[in-house]
């Protein structure tokens, strides 16, 4: 069985857990989870441990910068270069 691609990945835990259930929203890898009122600094915790969990990844709080957790696109890009660098 083939694993999902990252960004579905991301977009699945965020549907199941930060957004209302049964809405049909539109929203791209690019726009800013923050702005766009679907994650807050609160579900930033969660949602950073949910992807330590997923990926095998170690979070270090120097890493815990908006240019790395603002969007799904940035966070895809994140753990990619993480796991080439550290991998499972």
Known sequence: MMRPD????????????????????EYGNDDNLFDRGIID????LAFVSYVEQEFGLVIPDEDLLPENFSSIASISDYIRHRTQILPR
Do not use: D, V
């Open 6 to 25: 990252i960004e579905t990945t991301l977009w699945h835990y965020l549907r199941e857990n930060c957004l209302p259930r049964n809405i049909e929203i």
């Open 41 to 44: 600094s609160a579900g930033l």
